[in-house]
């Protein structure tokens, strides 16, 4: 009888089969990956495309919210006349003002006005009530309705976000003006920077915007006031200001 001896090589066929097992996980694996990654991609494009959509609504509704405000301010009635004067006059007309101009404002000079160690700052008007303070009492009043403000070149300067700026000036304050809508003078005197006076006018469209209520004040570059500017002797013709809303106390 012949015995017969079965054997089992499992060297080649054994290491294909394991690695089209392993291949096998590795492709699921990967299936599910994209499957899931699919999934996440899904869920964060439509959330962001959620939040894209309401910035949209929001800015939609601010920009019509905006164009609402707008329209309504262009449909106000805008000022297209001054109102009319009312003219204040001292006895000795030392003073003469329409009150019906009725502002504040500081007048910048658009050119450099230097007289010695002082340099000319500002003109600086204020309303109405002002004046009137002024007016009641002008020898005790501490009350400055027109001023012309210089700025001691030799005193220290300080430094902020709109540049350096010097720490000491000097206030003349016009103990004689004119101010009506065809024309502003003035004069002051100080014991340092001397004799101060100035013959002008404001821009009747500045004036025109200033009484306007509908109107908001704000810096303008342009030239709103022109005239004639003496200080300590030095004339000069045609300076010429522009303006910056200035906060006095009757505003």
């Given at each position: 009888?012949?015995?017969?001896t079965?054997?089992?090589?499992?060297?080649?066929?054994?290491?294909?089969?394991?690695?089209?097992?392993?291949?096998g996980?590795?492709?699921?694996?990967?299936?599910?990956?994209?499957?899931f990654?699919?999934?996440?991609?899904?869920?964060?494009?439509?959330?962001?495309?959620?939040?894209?959509?309401?910035?949209?609504?929001?800015?939609?509704?601010?920009?019509?919210?905006a164009?609402?405000?707008?329209?309504?301010?262009?449909?106000?009635?805008?000022?297209?006349?001054l109102?009319?004067?009312?003219?204040?006059?001292?006895?000795?007309?030392?003073?003469?003002?329409?009150e019906?101009?009725d502002?504040?404002?500081?007048?910048?000079?658009?050119?450099?006005?230097?007289s010695?160690?002082?340099?000319?700052?500002?003109?600086?008007m204020?309303?109405?009530?002002?004046f009137?303070?002024y007016?009641h009492?002008?020898?005790?009043?501490e009350?400055?309705?027109?001023?012309?403000?210089?700025?001691?070149?030799?005193?220290?300067?300080?430094?902020?976000?709109?540049?350096?700026?010097?720490?000491?000036?000097?206030?003349?304050?016009a103990?004689?003006?004119?101010?009506t809508?065809?024309?502003?003078?003035?004069?002051?005197?100080?014991?340092?920077?001397?004799?101060?006076?100035?013959?002008?006018?404001?821009d009747?469209a500045f004036?025109?915007?200033?009484?306007?209520?509908?109107?908001t004040?704000?810096?303008?570059q342009?030239?709103?006031?022109?005239?004639?500017?003496?200080?300590?002797?030095?004339?000069?013709?045609?300076?010429?200001?522009?303006?910056?809303?200035?906060?006095?106390?009757?505003?």
């Open positions: 009888m012949t015995d017969y079965v054997s089992r090589d499992n060297g080649p066929n054994g290491c294909v089969i394991a690695l089209a097992v392993v291949g996980v590795a492709i699921v694996a990967a299936i599910l990956l994209c499957v990654g699919y999934i996440g991609y899904t869920a964060y494009t439509t959330q962001h495309a959620k939040q894209q959509a309401q910035i949209k609504k929001n800015r939609e509704k601010y920009a019509a919210s164009s609402s405000a707008a329209a309504s301010r262009d449909a106000a009635p805008h000022l297209t006349a109102p009319p004067a009312i003219m204040v006059t001292s006895a000795d007309k030392h003073v003469v003002r329409d019906a101009l502002f504040s404002a500081e007048f910048d000079p658009k050119a450099p006005v230097t010695g160690r002082y340099q000319l700052a500002s003109i600086e204020s309303g109405v009530g002002t009137a303070e007016e009492d002008p020898v005790r009043s009350a400055t309705p027109l001023a012309v403000v210089f700025a001691d070149t030799t005193s220290k300067q300080v430094k902020d976000k709109s540049g350096a700026h010097y720490t000491k000036f000097v206030t003349v304050t103990d004689r003006y004119v101010l809508r065809d024309k502003i003078s003035f004069q002051g005197h100080d014991d340092h920077v001397g004799d101060v006076t100035f013959d002008g006018a404001i009747p004036l025109l915007r200033m009484n306007d209520p509908n109107h004040p704000g810096y303008e342009g030239a709103v006031m022109t005239g004639t500017l003496t200080v300590a002797g030095q004339t000069i013709k045609n300076a010429t200001f522009s303006f910056t809303v200035f906060d006095s106390e009757d505003d």
